[in-house]
């Protein structure tokens, strides 16, 4: 009975054993299915595009010979071209860009501005009578009504967010006029999506804190620029792979992001298979996908369907929040300024009427017993004045010491002063109650002189004192 129960145990682990397998096996068959085909290239380079005509990419990672490969079959082609020995290859794969358009006009633009190739029957051509500018690397290539432009860009120490264009006629960059005043810093990381008549701009902080990111629009036909809101996404500049050429596609990690600005909405998927996916191109109903391998030179070009490519959804949320109206600051100072009149007016007649007011009579019963007495003494002379040092009587009862009895006179006189000169304000106006002036005989001794004022108001009204 145990020996028939082990069997059976066993039994149920190889059958589970063998489920897992052919699981396994499934989801790899399911997986390359999904992909059409992929091409492995020896040496990497940026510089490719689709022709149009003949339903191909083609690349070029070689000085004499390019790449064609056939979107519908997978069929690969090594073929010759010519180019315009202007700049060497290795300077040439790292120093252009190629941007194309819906008429299939192919073009080399410099990466920093200026020289500008074309391709034509299998030949690169140079066609501008520019130089390096080196004034915009890094830049946005884009083409629009079949002319290349680029915005932005880093060179000769500055960032810049001019926009240029390259003129067929003269064969020259032209810097060119915009309007609107919501324009992106220059000094700040970018990443654009191309539309129809649009360049659409993801504005990264510069202190990659990952806070929400401005989304400024540029209008090709009306050349004007305006904030359309903010992006509704938690990311920075570091987290992207890499700043390719104006596309939809956000490739972060095993994720990438479709930015759909025409339904505003972004979409969030899980890359196919576990490559590491760098760029991706939409091509009509296929996905080109380039993979590079960070220990090797060369890179896989892998090409879907479109249904295949985007089967792996994981949420999609609205594109842009919409931006808060900023704060009117010349507002909120116009009701600061008017308040402010409002109160000086109201200060200047309550002050007219407490000096129209009649003097209320005088009850001085918060004076101290001290000052009461030394008020009496200044009352007794004729000429209203005392020496400083007959105020030593009034503060010596316990013998302190110099310094002690300078601290009390102080004191004792400081508060009189205010005493009198808060109760008596009506009468004095800006005179005050107690001044002082040097002894005639010697300057090292000061006369304490009381207001007359103040000596007529006492003798009328009853001093009384603070117990």
Excluded at 63 to 80: F, N, R
Excluded at 215 to 235: P, Q
Excluded at 273 to 296: C, D, G, H, M, W
Excluded at 401 to 418: A, F, N, P, V, Y
Aim: charge should be positive.
């Amino acid at each position: 009975m145990v020996l028939r129960l082990d069997f059976f145990i066993f039994e149920s682990m190889v059958n589970n054993r063998f489920l897992l397998l052919i699981s396994f096996l499934f989801l790899i068959v399911a997986e390359s299915s999904a992909q059409l085909f992929r091409v492995e290239l020896k040496n990497r380079t940026d510089l490719y595009f689709i022709d149009a005509k003949k339903n191909s990419l083609l690349i070029f990672d070689d000085s004499t010979h390019y790449t064609q490969i056939d979107l519908t079959t997978g069929a690969t082609k090594v073929l010759p071209y010519y180019r315009d020995a202007y700049d060497i290859f290795s300077e040439f794969v790292k120093g252009y860009k190629i941007i194309t358009d819906e008429q299939n006009h192919v073009y080399f633009v410099d990466r920093g501005c200026g020289i500008v190739y074309k391709w034509q029957h299998d030949s690169i051509i140079r066609i501008d009578r520019s130089f390096h500018h080196k004034n915009q690397f890094h830049g946005d290539v884009f083409l629009h009504n079949g002319s290349p432009y680029i915005f932005g860009g880093y060179g000769y120490f500055l960032y810049k967010n001019m926009i240029t264009s390259f003129d067929f006629s003269t064969k020259e960059w032209h810097k060119v006029t915009t309007i609107g005043n919501q324009i992106p810093s220059a000094d700040l990381n970018r990443y654009a999506t191309k539309l129809k008549d649009k360049l659409n701009f993801i504005v990264f902080k510069p202190n990659y804190t990952g806070d929400s990111t401005q989304v400024f629009s540029f209008d090709l036909n009306k050349l004007k620029w305006s904030a359309i809101g903010t992006l509704n996404l938690k990311v920075r500049f570091s987290d992207f792979f890499d700043k390719t050429e104006p596309s939809p596609f956000l490739v972060m990690n095993r994720f990438f992001y479709y930015l759909d600005y025409e339904n505003n909405k972004i979409t969030k998927y899980l890359l196919p298979q576990n490559l590491q996916i760098r760029t991706i191109l939409e091509v009509k109903n296929k996905i080109i996908a380039f993979s590079y391998s960070p220990n090797s030179s060369g890179y896989k070009v892998l090409v879907y369907n479109k249904p295949d490519f985007f089967k792996n959804k994981v949420e999609s949320r609205p594109l842009l929040v919409p931006i808060v109206a900023p704060f009117n600051y010349s507002r909120l100072t116009s009701i600061i300024i008017g308040f402010l009149v409002l109160l000086l007016i109201y200060l200047i007649i309550w002050k007219r009427k407490k000096r129209t007011a009649k003097p209320k009579e005088l009850i001085l019963y918060e004076f101290k017993k001290v000052e009461v007495e030394l008020l009496a003494l200044w009352l007794s002379k004729p000429d209203l004045k005392i020496e400083m040092n007959e105020i030593n009587d009034f503060v010596a009862h316990d013998k302190p010491s110099i310094d002690t009895l300078k601290k009390r006179r102080e004191t004792l006189l400081k508060g009189l002063k205010q005493a009198l000169d808060f109760y008596l304000k009506n009468e004095l106006g800006e005179e005050k109650a107690i001044s002082e002036c040097l002894h005639p005989q010697d300057s090292r001794m000061k006369i304490l002189m009381l207001h007359e004022k103040v000596a007529l108001a006492l003798k009328h009204n009853k001093i009384g004192e603070k117990a």
